[in-house]
């Protein structure tokens, strides 16, 4: 695979952006600002845009054909060395853009990927990212490997060049399937750990990239995690233990951040990092309630949740930096829009304390506070009990053993009332649990 000329990186390169916007889409006031913002992370300078509405992309090179000789005017124009899509392209349209063109072109999932991997800074943070890329490149090899272009496929002179095609083909799926198998190596480990934590509560932030997260759990756990102004400033799970009323310790876990149409196989690829999410018992969903794109972005992250398989999990939404809201009539209409959000900011510590509240009010929600009474001998119950719930005390008379705990609301009714009689847990009976015992 050598003699490799087409790179994927962007960094310090002059950077023209390109969009096709839906004809019937409602009219935004400035459609590649995100763009424009995962552009300027992966660190190219942005000197022009070009958008288009139409109701199909065209098969050869997405834009229409005015468009695509006005995009090379604006290429010459500014000197620039790559054009950036905000969508999708095959590789023929990529290839066809690049020839009219007369530079490297990228779309938007090939962009996300060159960040990812710029920011990856664990082993598993880079083999994920490897494996989102190689399978994003497999069928653009052609494209790829410009030594291909000049071997002459005339007659004579088939062989050399398929031969190499193929030679990397394989080479590329080889490395596919390794990543692979280290990967669900890696997911298998990731799922005994989380599993291993059944007796702690467990939270995940969730959200938008740059809506705060890292931010907010600095704030609320004291740990002096990165935290930048940057778009996925996150790509490795991070836990920490908050303290919150009635619960003692829980863990809390900050994940990667998600956008607009993340690439699949990016998600795939990560799903040993989204672990957390997926066993959290509650989680908090950040959106930047300063963005005049919070709808879309709060719409794109539940899409993704729903994607992995988590959209059932209980979720408190939280919408953070509202102190940067000026306008007391927009925030009026959030609020609105979002009657059962918690509006806080993590910079000023503003809110945080009604989010704490409201966190510990919904784990309650989905536990049940309860005391369990059953026989002493009955080994095989108290070891349910302690695996499927958190015991906080017990209290032992000559025949029975009153076992207060909490315990998923789906579970109690697992309990056979013939073995043990369950009831609501009240004070009266027991006394509450001290911090060392709910810890």
Not at 275 to 283: I, K, N, P, V
Not at 409 to 417: A, D, E, M, T
Request: aromatic share 4%; net charge neutral; hydrophobic share 40%.
């Amino acid at each position: 695979m050598k003699d490799r000329t087409r790179t994927n990186s962007v960094e310090s390169e002059r950077a023209v952006l390109a969009g096709l916007l839906d004809r019937d889409a409602a009219e935004v006031e400035n459609p590649l600002d995100e763009l424009a913002g995962l552009a300027e992370t992966a660190g190219a300078h942005v000197f022009a845009e070009i958008t288009q509405r139409r109701d199909t992309p065209d098969q050869t090179t997405y834009l229409g054909s005015g468009k695509v000789a006005e995009l090379k005017m604006l290429v010459e124009r500014h000197e620039a060395d790559v054009v950036i899509f905000d969508n999708d392209l095959s590789p023929a349209q990529t290839r066809n853009l690049e020839k009219a063109s007369g530079v490297k072109v990228l779309d938007r999932s090939e962009l996300i990927l060159d960040i990812f991997a710029a920011r990856a800074r664990t082993h598993e943070a880079r083999l994920a990212v490897e494996l989102a890329q190689l399978e994003y490149s497999l069928p653009r090899l052609k494209r790829m490997w410009t030594h291909l272009s000049r071997l002459k496929m005339g007659i004579g002179m088939r062989g050399p060049g398929e031969k190499q095609l193929e030679v990397d083909r394989r080479l590329v799926e080889k490395r596919i399937h390794d990543l692979r198998q280290e990967l669900a190596v890696i997911h298998a480990r990731r799922e005994r750990q989380v599993a291993a934590r059944h007796d702690r509560r467990t939270v995940s932030l969730v959200g938008y990239t740059n809506a705060g997260k890292s931010t907010l759990l600095n704030r609320m756990t004291g740990s002096s995690e990165l935290a930048e102004d940057k778009l996925f400033a996150t790509l490795d799970t991070r836990t920490r233990r908050w303290k919150l009323p009635g619960w003692g310790p829980v863990l809390l876990s900050d994940t990667v951040g998600f956008i607009r149409n993340l690439p699949h196989r990016l998600i795939a690829s990560f799903k040993a990092t989204l672990e957390e999410t997926r066993q959290a018992d509650l989680l908090l969903h950040i959106a930047d309630g300063s963005s005049p794109e919070v709808d879309r972005q709060i719409a794109a992250v539940r899409s993704v949740l729903t994607e992995i398989g988590v959209d059932e999990t209980d979720t408190l939404l939280v919408l953070n930096k509202c102190d940067a809201v000026t306008d007391p009539l927009r925030l009026e209409r959030l609020q609105d829009r979002y009657p059962h959000a918690v509006m806080i900011s993590a910079r000023s510590g503003d809110g945080i304390e009604r989010l704490r509240e409201k966190a510990s009010e919904a784990l309650a929600r989905r536990f049940h506070d309860v005391d369990v009474e059953l026989s002493p001998a009955n080994g095989r119950l108290l070891a349910w009990l302690d695996a499927h719930g958190e015991v906080l005390s017990r209290r032992f008379d000559e025949e029975r053993v009153t076992v207060h705990c909490r315990i998923p609301g789906s579970l109690v009714g697992r309990i056979n009332p013939e073995e043990a009689t369950v009831r609501p847990h009240t004070t009266a009976d027991m006394a509450p649990p001290t911090l060392q015992q709910a810890e």
